[in-house]
């Protein structure tokens, strides 16, 4: 399965309300989360790992931002989330 549509599928509706499009309109890349700064929301047993994140374009983008999804790579569960200005 797309890892786009994994992280879309686990989302709230809610959450995909405010996105703009579908699954496919997510952008996927790979950060390894260091700590403080980060804009990841999630448990800290991911820190100093590598996860996947997948970045949904929002009608609140202006404002808000993207929705952002980490997801663990191997096994494509969501452990945590972008912040949101």
Do not use: H
């Amino acid at each position: 399965m797309d890892v786009r549509e994994a992280a879309w599928l686990q989302l709230s509706k809610e959450a995909k309300e405010d996105i703009v499009g579908s699954w496919e309109s997510g952008t996927v890349g790979k950060t390894k989360i260091e700590g403080e700064g980060e804009p990841f929301q999630g448990s800290e047993k991911y820190m100093g790992k590598e996860l996947t994140f997948i970045s949904f374009p929002s009608k609140s983008d202006a404002l808000l931002g993207p929705v952002t999804v980490f997801v663990d790579p191997q096994t494509q569960k969501t452990v945590g989330y972008g912040g949101r200005d």
